[in-house]
């Protein structure tokens, strides 16, 4: 177990303040000599540049540092610029997302409207320079159609070109077990990681979930309400831990090839689970 790979999710920060606090995070996670970092992308684009400048100091530690790149919003000569200044700059990972639409903004501004769009708009501009990352939802994207249908655009995206996987986060073990029976059924073989969110705050938890269509487990919900009725953080947060241990060593006993973890630019949750791992 000591071998598994494992990576870290930061969103750029708003004030060179804040950048330097990510780094001091930075610095306590590169004990767990992580495979790489990745950086968020706001909706529409709306945090490029902060993007970009997280990336450069980031990639400093000498770890491979991966953009988020969303087209949702974005056109398509935007995308290329932003593609070949990366690959000019000798990044070679980019998380590839369909992404959110700014508010106010329809699809239809959109030149590209998929992320299967995107990973195959990257290929055609950088051949195989980059290693391309995917969304994967074991518990179904929100917005699709039906289970059927998700699992079928994951396999898109994957035939357009990416390497592989990075789950939402999930709670249920089971839910990444069937996902992955599934794609195998659909002659995918590329490696899907389980995103892995450590729980330290629940209300934020909460509405995270109902926004982006992870389920909380009712057992985890209510051991969670109740420990916030009475303005318990400390119970939220050793309950959070001792959840996620438990997820995160199922997902390993069913072979799960690496961790990515969400780390909301903190290091001691992150570190104090994959402690508990022996990782």
Same mark, same amino acid.
């Given at each position: 177990?000591?071998? $598994?790979?494992?990576? *870290?999710?930061?969103?750029?920060?708003?004030?060179?303040?804040?950048?330097?606090?990510?780094?001091?995070?930075?610095?306590?996670?590169?004990? &767990? +000599?992580?495979? *790489? *970092?990745?950086?968020?992308?706001?909706?529409?684009?709306?945090?490029?540049?902060?993007?970009?400048?997280?990336?450069?100091?980031?990639?400093?530690?000498?770890? !491979?540092?991966?953009?988020?790149?969303?087209?949702?919003?974005?056109?398509?000569?935007?995308?290329?610029?932003?593609? +070949?200044?990366?690959?000019?700059?000798?990044?070679?990972?980019?998380?590839?997302?369909?992404?959110? =639409?700014?508010?106010?903004?329809?699809?239809? #501004?959109?030149?590209?409207?998929?992320?299967?769009?995107?990973?195959?708009?990257?290929?055609?501009?950088?051949?195989?320079?980059?290693?391309?990352?995917?969304?994967?939802?074991?518990?179904?994207?929100?917005?699709?159609?039906?289970?059927? !249908?998700?699992?079928?655009?994951?396999?898109? &995206?994957?035939?357009?070109?990416?390497?592989?996987?990075?789950? #939402?986060? *999930?709670?249920?073990?089971?839910?990444?077990?069937?996902?992955?029976? #599934?794609?195998?059924?659909?002659?995918?073989?590329?490696?899907?990681?389980?995103?892995?969110?450590?729980?330290?705050?629940?209300?934020?938890?909460?509405?995270?979930?109902?926004?982006?269509?992870?389920?909380?487990?009712?057992?985890?919900? &209510?051991?969670?309400?109740?420990? #916030?009725?009475?303005? !318990?953080?400390?119970?939220?947060?050793?309950?959070?831990?001792?959840?996620?241990?438990?997820?995160?060593?199922?997902?390993?006993?069913?072979?799960?090839?690496?961790?990515?973890?969400? $780390?909301?630019?903190?290091?001691?949750?992150? =570190?104090?689970?994959?402690?508990? =791992?022996?990782?």
């Amino acid at each position: 177990m000591s071998k $598994t790979p494992v990576s *870290f999710e930061f969103f750029p920060p708003k004030s060179d303040e804040g950048l330097e606090k990510l780094i001091k995070v930075q610095q306590k996670l590169l004990v &767990k +000599e992580p495979e *790489f *970092f990745s950086v968020t992308y706001g909706a529409g684009g709306s945090t490029r540049d902060r993007t970009w400048n997280t990336v450069m100091k980031v990639r400093e530690a000498g770890v !491979d540092t991966a953009p988020h790149l969303s087209c949702v919003g974005q056109s398509r000569e935007e995308l290329v610029e932003l593609v +070949e200044r990366y690959q000019a700059e000798g990044i070679t990972r980019i998380v590839v997302l369909r992404g959110d =639409l700014p508010s106010g903004m329809g699809a239809a #501004q959109s030149e590209l409207r998929f992320a299967d769009d995107l990973v195959r708009l990257i290929r055609e501009v950088s051949g195989d320079h980059f290693h391309l990352e995917v969304a994967a939802y074991p518990e179904m994207h929100p917005q699709a159609r039906s289970f059927s !249908d998700d699992l079928d655009h994951f396999k898109r &995206k994957i035939d357009a070109g990416a390497n592989s996987g990075i789950t #939402q986060y *999930f709670f249920n073990a089971e839910a990444y077990a069937y996902f992955m029976e #599934q794609m195998e059924k659909r002659g995918v073989t590329a490696p899907v990681v389980p995103g892995i969110m450590p729980i330290t705050n629940a209300a934020n938890l909460m509405r995270f979930s109902d926004a982006c269509g992870a389920d909380i487990p009712r057992w985890i919900r &209510k051991r969670l309400e109740e420990y #916030q009725r009475v303005g !318990d953080d400390a119970s939220v947060k050793a309950f959070g831990e001792e959840v996620v241990t438990g997820l995160c060593e199922k997902l390993l006993a069913m072979g799960a090839p690496a961790l990515h973890f969400y $780390t909301m630019n903190q290091s001691v949750p992150n =570190l104090r689970i994959l402690d508990n =791992l022996g990782l």
